[in-house]
């Protein structure tokens, strides 16, 4: 049966690739297994709009409406303007606002579209008058924007706690520690790279005038900063639930867009709900079908088969952890974070635990790769988005990225699946 699974996978993931409609790619997955297993369509599809119930799930889509919201506010340019006062005389300063705004964005909202959305208008003109290549401007506002895949909420965490049955707080302090450290390497390879720059710095201000500053900023940032606080505190401080802290992120963002910010207008808000309604539609579909297709190999057994004939190849546990890191980032090359997640989690997780991997530190490995996929073609959806935005040709834009890529994220990739402490330490002090 392994064969018939590997045929579905393959068959999805080419369909995919050329661009064809979501609900057609996996239709022709599960018709394949349909037709070729053993396996009766009507419970599935029973079973997966019953999952889709699930309350955890709620908070996907009230992230992903404040996250909309958040990107019209004027929340996001509030905390641009408080990191730059830190940085914005020093070469390659704008550069590290852009990688930190973008973590504070994905502190957030727990999306990596909304980070290069709310930033991108705003820093990348400012990063060209400052001398810095379009280009690269939008490569390392696109690279950056995928932290708000891995700086916790994450919306791909919540999914992968879902379906492995794992806890979401523990998946969301796992991604925390890489998450960080690639945000650092991303302001360290900047910072060399502005050395080629002809680059207009800020005057140095004396140490009152950036103390003056940086409290004028920070009050006026104080609401926006105020946001993580209380998403973050009241899930860790087990005040709430992540579906709950999702609601409550909404609730507060509303009122501080509007009374505070007054980026929020009536016809910028509903266009907002608007587009978060369009988001979450394509998500819970993806969601349903993903979950079937899922439930169909668990059915036939292909997550056993998968391990058998994977330790009949090797059993070396660091060969094995390679492979499965570069299987996860030709994965996520093609298809996005949460449809790698929905699919491949529930396959891999036997084998994983098999190795002595524990499903926390899973969810850091996978959330690596699978939002290294973001930026990466032929998928690259926050790349197309972020070239879009900057409005340069994403040729122009893929050599920058690359070399991100290579010297800031790669590192952590193995890191994170080498060194468990990496995405273990938190959880465990939390106590997870």
């Not at 104080?222 to 909404?250: C, N, Q, R």
């Amino acid at each position: 049966m392994i064969d018939i699974a590997l045929l579905a996978i393959a068959l999805l993931v080419v369909t995919l690739t050329f661009g064809v409609p979501l609900p057609w790619c996996f239709g022709a997955a599960l018709m394949t297994m349909y037709f070729i297993g053993d396996v009766t369509m009507k419970g599935m599809v029973l079973w997966g709009f019953q999952q889709l119930g699930n309350p955890v799930l709620l908070a996907i889509p009230l992230f992903v409406l404040a996250g909309t919201i958040m990107s019209e506010s004027g929340i996001a340019a509030s905390l641009l303007r408080f990191v730059n006062a830190f940085v914005g005389h020093v070469r390659g300063g704008l550069g590290v606002v852009a990688a930190v705004t973008c973590a504070v964005i994905g502190a957030i909202s727990g999306s990596g579209l909304t980070g290069v959305s709310a930033i991108g208008p705003l820093l990348i003109p400012e990063m060209e008058k400052r001398g810095y290549p379009r280009a690269y401007a939008t490569a390392l506002i696109s690279n950056s924007s995928i932290l708000g895949l891995l700086i916790p909420p994450s919306a791909t965490m919540i999914l992968y706690g879902w379906v492995t049955d794992t806890s979401i707080a523990a998946c969301f302090l796992a991604t925390l520690g890489p998450g960080l450290l690639i945000m650092f390497n991303f302001s360290v390879v900047n910072l060399w790279m502005a050395r080629k720059f002809n680059l207009v710095l800020d005057k140095k201000p004396t140490a009152a005038e950036l103390t003056g500053e940086v409290a004028r900023r920070g009050i006026h940032a104080f609401p926006a900063l105020l946001m993580p606080v209380i998403i973050l505190g009241g899930i860790y401080g087990g005040i709430m639930t992540p579906t709950e802290s999702a609601a409550v992120a909404v609730i507060y963002a509303i009122p501080v867009g509007f009374l505070i910010y007054r980026g929020l207008r009536l016809d910028n808000f509903l266009a907002a709900g608007k587009n978060a309604a369009t988001a979450v539609g394509a998500i819970m579909l993806m969601i349903l079908f993903s979950m079937i297709l899922g439930r169909m190999f668990i059915y036939e057994g292909i997550p056993q088969q998968l391990v058998s004939v994977i330790f009949g190849i090797t059993e070396d546990k660091v060969i094995l952890l390679i492979l499965i890191n570069i299987l996860l980032f030709l994965v996520g090359m093609v298809v996005n974070d949460a449809t790698a997640i929905l699919l491949v989690a529930p396959l891999l997780l036997p084998l994983m635990q098999a190795l002595d991997v524990s499903p926390v530190q899973f969810a850091a490995i996978m959330g690596v790769n699978t939002a290294m996929g973001g930026v990466t073609p032929p998928y690259a959806s926050i790349l197309y988005l972020g070239a879009r935005i900057g409005n340069v040709k994403v040729t122009q834009v893929i050599p920058p990225a690359m070399l991100l890529i290579l010297f800031g994220y790669v590192p952590v990739v193995f890191l994170t699946s080498f060194w468990p402490d990496l995405s273990l330490y938190l959880p465990r002090l939390f106590g997870y």
